[in-house]
């Protein structure tokens, strides 16, 4: 029953910024909540996270460039990411499973090009 709706990826030149957002619904409470990330050829992967008070971790990729950040009352998380690179690029998920996520949604492509 819980829906996540990812939104803001697109295509960027390298040493842009992009925003990117997630709503869940169909949950009384949501907790910690992540963005992950799935580049071609590769894993599934953390990037960050943040607690319900706030508390932010970021995966050594994400550390200096991304920042997670999150409003309770409408429950949504952002991920502002800049100076991307191109190893950056890939579908950008939120999950509030952390570290195991439970219910995807669609994700949103992140493409950086050099």
């Known amino acids: 029953q819980l829906q996540l709706v990812e939104s803001g990826g697109g295509l960027v030149q390298a040493g842009g910024s992009l925003r990117l957002s997630c709503a869940a619904s169909g949950s009384i409470f949501i907790g910690t909540m992540g963005w992950y990330r799935q580049a071609p050829g590769k894993q599934r992967e953390l990037v960050a996270s943040i607690t ?63």
């Open 52 to 114: 319900r008070s706030g508390k932010t971790e970021y995966g050594d990729s994400a550390k200096g460039r991304f920042t997670i950040s999150r409003d309770n009352a409408k429950n949504t998380v952002n991920l502002q990411m800049n100076s991307l690179k191109p190893e950056d690029t890939a579908v950008y998920y939120c999950n509030t499973g952390v570290p195991w996520p439970n219910t995807w949604g669609q994700g949103t492509q992140v493409t950086v090009s050099s």
